[in-house]
Each structure stands twice: as structure tokens, then as C-alpha cells.
């Protein structure tokens, strides 16, 4: 009797078990689908922004084309790349057609200004006065006079962000002739906001992040900050601001850690940046804003009459391996790498090892290696171009500068990270690109060097101008979204458009 029982429960629990087991497996696959299918709808990469998001129509689109700009690292030198990209970006006929465009325009003298700009005579502390350049006039003095002495830049590292320094440069000379005697500018300062295409907000803001986001002994907060806070302040009382909640205004941003108390402020406005790496899509994205080069510490390689088989280095890397984010591929790679013999791969930063090693060790490589490190650019790429060794660049989320007009799969070679660290990939990959093709890689990267060259005055088509152009491929859509703004003031509030500060940017803003 007892044993039967027995059996009648071993049979029920076998039974319940079965169930319990089957149910399970339903649930389990149920949820599986769930997560799968909210991860795949939602594919934000950080809950925070989207609750800083406020325009939801703005934000999608905004992270449909970073993600769509993400699928871009692919492996160049195939056939297909070209078909893969957007349509947004153009192919090199068109690319050629539109630098050659802006060349014919020069010719005729009246018609090659770009952009009209009007600058905020912000005082000396915002810029020259973070150079230590002092005005006479006991600090009166907002500029310098071009005419006699232009402050002079400290060389060093600030110096790979100095394009707030060169864009201002270019926007004081502008109007003087003898800077730009054949009428060679893309830039005019004009003096009546009105008539601007672009204001101008004059803030050095990687220099005073560089030299002064120290909080002093006696000081509550850092130079940097109060600087930042005072800006917002001044910005939010103007009248141009407040004709456009900060639409049509330029901002530089470059260094990746400027401007970090007053961006969310200031979203509104279009910022010159190095990359999106450490902005949510909402503050900075490639629709809104501008990429700028960084500028090469790495001497530029004059006359240089290398070949493929005089550079004897195959692959070149120098820079800090530990980094804090992003970085881990450094070190993974550096162990895929450290055993092949044509390989250089040094660790400690340019400015200890010496600008003169770098630029020896660069000049003499056929590829030199770009890997994300804090931040998914780096002037590393840009002292590659100028030693004209080929980037091999590895880094998914890198934004690189005037990217819808300029091909850089002829003359930069992609790899995704997920396929850099496999074993041996990367290493096999760079020797199968022969003379030929890296000749020819070679050949234009002489050509392209000249857009990310800084220069006063500027130059045709150099980095200045360049970003110039980048800036009036904004214009349209500064002018629409500013339009679009003053939609509900212009029925609601008769033309008064005094109340509209920076609080009151209707919700009906889609941009
Ligand atoms: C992209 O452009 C090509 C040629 O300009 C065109 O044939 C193709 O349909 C376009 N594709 C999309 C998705 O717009
Ligand atoms: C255009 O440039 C030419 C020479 O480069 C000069 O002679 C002429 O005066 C300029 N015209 C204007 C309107 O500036
Ligand atoms: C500025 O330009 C606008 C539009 O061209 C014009 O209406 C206005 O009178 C100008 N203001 C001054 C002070 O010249
Ligand atoms: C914006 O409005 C101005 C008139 O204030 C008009 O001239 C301009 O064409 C408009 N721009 C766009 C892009 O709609």
C-alpha cells in the first residue's frame, strides 16, 4: 500500500515536473522575445539622454542617422563601400566637382564669401585674454589690433585644439584687405547681426579648459566654470540669442571636456566639435553640428619623396595604452602585435617621448594605426595625414571632419573593432594591400593634407576654409529650424519677439 502511494506520487511529480519544466521553457523563450524585441526598438545607448530628450522627434531622427553613421566602419578597398554609404554621402566625382566649385567661384572675386558672420564682442577674458594678451586701455580693449601684433599661440599640446584661435583670427582679418588682397576669403564679418548668416560666439573654451579647470586655493570654483557661467549669462540677454533661442549661433567646443557646464544650455546653437564621444545625441549630433580637425603636432612632411619600400616600418603606434573608457582595444591589440617584427608599437604619449620621435617614426611607416582611446578621435590621425602614412583606423564611433564631401576610403583604411582583435586579422589584412594600392592611397593623401592644415591668413581650402564651408552646408537648415521656431510667436504674440529667451523655445521645435 505504501509503496503504491509511493509510486502514485513519484508518478505526479514526474508528471508536475514535466510541466514545471515545459512551462518554464515557454517563459523563458517568451521573455527571451521580449528582450529581444525591446532591445531592437529601443537601441539607446544611454537611458540618461533620452530623458534629457525632450523633442522625441528630433531624438529618433538623430539616432537614426549616428547609427546608421555607426555601420560605417567597414573594411575599405572593396567595391561595395561606396553602395553601402547613404545616399547623404557623395561619391568622389561629386566630391571633386564641389572643392573644384568653390576654386572656380574664386575667380571672380565678389562671389566666393560664404558666409557672413557677426561676432559678439565678448570681453578679452573669453579669448586673446586667456592668451595673456592684454589690451591697452586698461583691458577697454576687446581685440587686438591685427594690423601690429597678433597674440601668438603657446606651442605644446593646447595647440591640437586651437581652431578657436584660427576661425577667430580669420573672422578679425576679414575685413581687412591687406590680409586677404585678392579677396581670397570664405568668411565676412559684418556688423549688423541682422544681415548674418552665423553669430559668432568668440569663446576659447578648450584653452580655458586646458589651462584654467583647476580650482585655485582661494577659489570656489574653477576659472573655467565662472567663465562658462558668465557666457551663458551674456548669450541669454543678447538680442540675437534671443531672436533665434540660440539657433544660428556658432560655438566651439573642441576639446572633448569643454564646455561641460554650459552645453545643455547652449544645445541649441551649432557646435564645432572633434567628435560626438562624450555628448548625448539630444546636445550634439552630425545633423546640428560641425567636426573640426584637430591640428597635427606632427611636422608636416615637406617634399617628401618616399616609396613604399623606403618606408620600412610596416605598421606605427605611439600613444598611452591604458586609457580610461573605450580604450581596452589598445591593449588587446598591442598583445595581437607585439610579436611582429615590422611593427612599432610604443606606448607613452607624444609629449614625453619627444614630437621629434613621432614625426621620425611616422615619416618612416607605411600605415600608421588610429585606435579609439578616451574619445574616438584623436590628432593622432591627423599627424598621420600629415606624415602621410596611411591611418588604419579603428575606432567604430569616430566622426571625421567634412565627411560629406570628402571620401576618406581613399585614403584612410577602416577595420572594425570587433575584427581588428580577432588573431591575426588585422596584421594579415594590412600586408595584403600592396604597392599599388598604397601608392595610390599615398598620392592622395598629398592631396587632402592641405584641408586640415591651419593657417593665418587662410589659405584656399585649408582647414579654416574648410570648416567655413562645413559651416554654410549648415546654413539652410540653421534657417529653417530658426524659422520654424518663430512659428507660434509670430500668431500669438503679434511680432514681439521680446520674450523669446532661451526658457520659451516653443515645444513645437522639431529639430
Ligand atoms: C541612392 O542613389 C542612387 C543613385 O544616385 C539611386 O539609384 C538609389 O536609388 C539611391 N538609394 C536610396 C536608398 O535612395
Ligand atoms: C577682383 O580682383 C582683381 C584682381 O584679382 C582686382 O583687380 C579687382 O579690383 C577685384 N574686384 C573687386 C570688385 O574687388
Ligand atoms: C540691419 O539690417 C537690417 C536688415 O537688413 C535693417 O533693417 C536694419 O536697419 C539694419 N540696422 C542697422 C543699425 O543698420
Ligand atoms: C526664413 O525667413 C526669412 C524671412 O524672415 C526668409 O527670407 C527665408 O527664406 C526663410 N528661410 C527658410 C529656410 O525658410
Request: net charge positive; aromatic share 12%; charged share 25%.
Amino acid at each position: 500500500m505504501a509503496e503504491r502511494n509511493a509510486s502514485a506520487i513519484k508518478v505526479v511529480s514526474r508528471k508536475s515536473l514535466c510541466f514545471f519544466f515545459s512551462t518554464t521553457t515557454l517563459l523563458f523563450l517568451m521573455s527571451w522575445l521580449f528582450v529581444l524585441r525591446s532591445t531592437r526598438s529601443d537601441s539607446t545607448p544611454d537611458t540618461f539622454s533620452q530623458l534629457l530628450s525632450t523633442f522625441d522627434d528630433s531624438y529618433s531622427q538623430s539616432q537614426n542617422s549616428e547609427s546608421s553613421f555607426n555601420n560605417r566602419a567597414i573594411l575599405v578597398n572593396t567595391q561595395n563601400v561606396q553602395s553601402s554609404f547613404n545616399n547623404q554621402t557623395q561619391t568622389p566625382d561629386n566630391i571633386v566637382k564641389c572643392i573644384t566649385d568653390t576654386t572656380t567661384s574664386r575667380e571672380n572675386n565678389n562671389t566666393n564669401v560664404l558666409l557672413k558672420i557677426f561676432m559678439y564682442d565678448l570681453p578679452s577674458e573669453f579669448h586673446f585674454g586667456l592668451l595673456d594678451w592684454k589690451g591697452d586701455d586698461n583691458g577697454k580693449q576687446v581685440w587686438p589690433d591685427m594690423k601690429t601684433k597678433i597674440p601668438h599661440y603657446p606651442g605644446g599640446l593646447n595647440l591640437q585644439h586651437s581652431i578657436e584661435y584660427w576661425l577667430t583670427l580669420d573672422i578679425l582679418a576679414s575685413t581687412l584687405p591687406e590680409f586677404y588682397p585678392n579677396n581670397g576669403r570664405t568668411v565676412t564679418r559684418v556688423q549688423n547681426s541682422s544681415e548674418a548668416d552665423v553669430i559668432f560666439v568668440p569663446f576659447f573654451s578648450s584653452l580655458s579648459y586646458n589651462r584654467y579647470s583647476r580650482t585655485g586655493p582661494h577659489e570656489k570654483r574653477s576659472k573655467n566654470k565662472v567663465l562658462q557661467e558668465k557666457l551663458v549669462r551674456y548669450l541669454m540677454n543678447q538680442k540675437e540669442w534671443k531672436r533665434s533661442g540660440g539657433r544660428d549661433h556658432l560655438i566651439m567646443a573642441h576639446h572633448p571636456n569643454s564646455m561641460l557646464d554650459a552645453r545643455m544650455k547652449l544645445s541649441p546653437a551649432t557646435f564645432i566639435l572633434s567628435d560626438f564621444g562624450r555628448y548625448p545625441p539630444n546636445i550634439a549630433n552630425v545633423d546640428k553640428d560641425v567636426i573640426a580637425p584637430y591640428k597635427h603636432v606632427v611636422a608636416s612632411y615637406v617634399d617628401d619623396q618616399s616609396t613604399f619600400d623606403t618606408r620600412k616600418t610596416l605598421l606605427y603606434f605611439q600613444g598611452a595604452i591604458y586609457r580610461k573608457d573605450g580604450g581596452h582595444a589598445r591593449q588587446e591589440l598591442f598583445y595581437l602585435l607585439k610579436d611582429e617584427k615590422d611593427v612599432h608599437f610604443s606606448f607613452g604619449s607624444v609629449q614625453k617621448g619627444g614630437i621629434r620621435k613621432a614625426t621620425d617614426g611616422m615619416h618612416s611607416s607605411k600605415f600608421c594605426l588610429n585606435i579609439a582611446g578616451d574619445t574616438p578621435s584623436s590628432n593622432r590621425l591627423f599627424d598621420a595625414i600629415a606624415s602621410h602614412c596611411v591611418p588604419v583606423i579603428i575606432s567604430d564611433q569616430i566622426e571625421l571632419p567634412y565627411e560629406d564631401v570628402l571620401d576618406y576610403s581613399e585614403f584612410c583604411v577602416f577595420v572594425r573593432t570587433r575584427d581588428a582583435l580577432k588573431k591575426k586579422f588585422l596584421i594579415n589584412f594590412i600586408r595584403s594591400i600592396g604597392k599599388d594600392e598604397w601608392t595610390r592611397m599615398w598620392n592622395r593623401l598629398k592631396e587632402v593634407e592641405n584641408f586640415f592644415e591651419f593657417k593665418f591668413p587662410s589659405k584656399e581650402n585649408d582647414a579654416v576654409q574648410m570648416i567655413w564651408q562645413a559651416v554654410s552646408r549648415k546654413v539652410p537648415f540653421i534657417k529653417l529650424k530658426t524659422n520654424r521656431s518663430r512659428r507660434f510667436f509670430r500668431s500669438l504674440y503679434g511680432n514681439n519677439n521680446k520674450d523669446m529667451g532661451h526658457k520659451s523655445i516653443p515645444a513645437a521645435d522639431d529639430f
